[in-house]
């Protein structure tokens, strides 16, 4: 089992080690790439995995309560842990709300569970997305207005793929395939951008920054494991549900935190020590799927 976890774990670690070694020395401007990666290839990533498959949306819809709820849950207990520790809650909230479903989320899915984890993990991916950029926004700027959310390409490239999937127009096969290459470049760039990303983070403070990264995924675990017995999933959602719990804050929460004047140092803390943290906590979250349904383990 534990040589299953590394050969799963192993490729999107070095690959963001290689992203952080590069920009440490190199110090790349990633500007330019990352906002490609947002406007075009996670965009047709997210249209691949919808339009070139059957899709039950029915059959996605408690994953995505499932998801809401946990994220909403490790909300309103980073809430209760900001006021027992006296803290700003807008510094601790989001970053506990909202684990990194894009950078480590969809790559792990697909390493550990196959092609077929591709479609809900791009659920999951989207739910977290929406709440992130619509409350998550409004949480650090309450003039935020929603109604730009539908101008983030992801958005409507999911409502996209769906249409597609559920009129059964099949699309032509070269222009699938064309969609597919663009899409398989936004994985690996997240990752490298991630290690890109957190040479630029700094340690401003290291217990909080310690607090956070083991708040959250003990709180995403134990959250997805109560879900579990309230509301049935198929195995291999179960699986990536317990596994996005474990994930570290995004980075994006750092880059919120910027852009809001909310502390950014604090923020970026959590964000780099609880994606070192994830050495420890994505294992463990892994362990317990397999654990659990051996048989829905894809990958390498």
């Given at each position: ?122 659920v999951i991916f989207m739910v977290t997305n929406l709440l992130h950029f619509s409350f998550g926004a409004w949480l650090l700027d309450h003039s935020v207005r929603l109604r730009t959310i539908w101008r983030i390409p992801s958005v409507w490239a ?143």
């Amino acid at each position: 089992m534990l040589i299953r976890i590394v050969s799963i774990l192993f490729p999107l670690f070095a690959i963001a080690a290689l992203g952080y070694l590069v920009g440490r020395h190199m110090k790349p401007d990633l500007g330019h790439a990352n906002r490609l990666n947002m406007d075009v290839f996670v965009p047709a990533l997210v249209i691949a995995a919808l339009a070139g498959r059957s899709v039950d949306v029915a059959a996605f819809l408690p994953l995505a309560l499932a998801t809401t709820l946990v994220v909403v849950g490790c909300g309103l207990g980073a809430w209760l842990a900001a006021r027992l520790l006296h803290l700003d809650p807008r510094t601790l909230v989001p970053p506990m709300m909202f684990g990194n479903s894009g950078n480590l989320g969809l790559p792990l899915a697909v390493l550990a569970f196959g092609d077929d984890a591709l479609a809900a993990a791009v659920v999951i991916f989207m739910v977290t997305n929406l709440l992130h950029f619509s409350f998550g926004a409004w949480l650090l700027d309450h003039s935020v207005r929603l109604r730009t959310i539908w101008r983030i390409p992801s958005v409507w490239a999911t409502f996209l793929g769906l249409a597609i999937a559920l009129s059964g127009i099949e699309l032509w096969p070269p222009l699938l395939f064309a969609i597919r290459m663009l899409g398989d470049i936004a994985v690996p760039l997240m990752l490298f951008a991630l290690g890109v990303r957190l040479t630029e983070s700094r340690i401003g403070e290291i217990r909080l920054g310690i607090i956070g990264a083991v708040m959250r995924p003990l709180m995403g675990m134990a959250l997805a494991a109560l879900l579990l017995l309230l509301i049935e999933l198929p195995a291999r959602q179960q699986a990536l549900l317990l596994v996005y719990g474990a994930l570290p804050p995004a980075v994006l929460n750092y880059i919120f935190a910027e852009r809001y004047g909310q502390e950014p140092e604090k923020v970026a803390s959590m964000v780099l020590i609880g994606n070192l943290a994830s050495l420890l906590f994505l294992p463990i979250a892994l362990a317990i799927a397999l654990a659990e349904s051996p048989q829905i383990m894809g990958g390498p």
